[in-house]
């Protein structure tokens, strides 16, 4: 059985979101996944909307919905500093599913008010949400 011996803290600018000793963490960075396990070595990396999960040494395993935003790792401290954080449990599938038609309908009517920027945005993190949820339930790999 691993130890839980990484410390893990999802921050935002509303305060620690999640915070627990885990013994692996993998994270959505913005040029491909991250996984940290003990002893990692430094690093301070950009992440993207997506699931952050934390697995236990006692196999249970949670996930939590980050925003873009930096990862730093150091003598074993996992720390997100990122725009928006939600745990799993906490997700409503729903309203993600209905975010991102939301955000799928204003893309495909490219509308000259309609800002590409914003609504891509939008539909990442539905995407990111869903895909969260998901993974916490069970229904994706």
């Given at each position: 059985m691993a130890e839980d011996n990484i410390h893990v803290q999802v921050v935002t600018a509303n305060g620690v979101v999640y915070e627990q000793k885990a013994?692996?963490?993998s994270a959505p960075g913005e040029g491909g996944g991250v996984g940290i396990l003990s002893g990692h070595e430094p690093l301070l990396a950009a992440i993207a909307d997506g699931p952050v999960k934390c697995s236990y040494g006692d196999g249970k395993t949670d996930y939590i919905y980050v925003g873009?935003?930096?990862l730093?790792?150091?003598?074993?401290?996992?720390?997100?500093l990122v725009r928006s954080a939600e745990t799993a449990d906490k997700i409503d599938r729903a309203r993600a599913v209905a975010s991102r038609e939301r955000a799928q309908k204003r893309?495909?009517?490219k509308k000259p008010e309609t800002s590409l920027e914003r609504a891509t945005a939008s539909l990442k993190r539905a995407d990111?949400?869903?895909?969260t949820v998901d993974l916490?339930?069970?229904k994706a790999e």
């Open positions: 013994s692996f963490v873009k935003g930096i730093d790792v150091c003598n074993d401290e996992v720390i997100f893309l495909s009517e990111g949400r869903i895909r916490y339930q069970g």
